[in-house]
């Protein structure tokens, strides 16, 4: 079982950035485990926005975050990190953490949702 707890929501004007965070409380080792980002507005579905290799030598970003986002992971402390920049009011959404067991995944892996463990997710709102 997995238990993972998001934190940095909050509330920005449009152009600014934040840091989300995901710490991980695992009885397996954090590396094997990839892990994901999505983002849920209301009145929308559920969608992508990053995923991460458990070693974190692979990512992979959605279309609309690409070069405004970066994921990463440090295995040490059991934690995975969504950097945000350049944020826009369309980006307004609660944010969930997501584990998916094995190491490695895919692209179609990454985006389906398919996910083991997810977390209670952290509201970002963008406006000025």
């Known amino acids: 079982q997995v238990q993972l707890v998001e934190s940095g929501g909050g509330l920005v004007q449009p152009g600014a950035s934040l840091r989300l965070s995901c710490a991980a409380a695992s009885g397996r080792t954090f590396n094997l485990y990839a892990m994901g980002w999505f983002r849920q507005a209301p009145g929308k579905e559920r969608e992508f926005v990053a995923a991460?290799?458990?070693?974190?030598?692979?990512?992979y970003y959605a279309d609309s975050v690409k070069g405004r986002v970066t994921i990463s992971r440090d295995n040490a402390k059991n934690t995975v990190d969504l950097e945000m920049n350049s944020l826009k009011p369309e980006d307004t959404a609660v944010y969930y953490c997501a584990a998916r067991t094995g190491p490695f995944i895919t692209k179609d892996q990454a985006m389906n949702g398919k996910y083991d463990h997810w977390g209670q997710g952290t509201q970002v709102t963008v406006s000025s």
């Open positions: 991460i290799s458990g070693s974190g030598g692979t990512t």
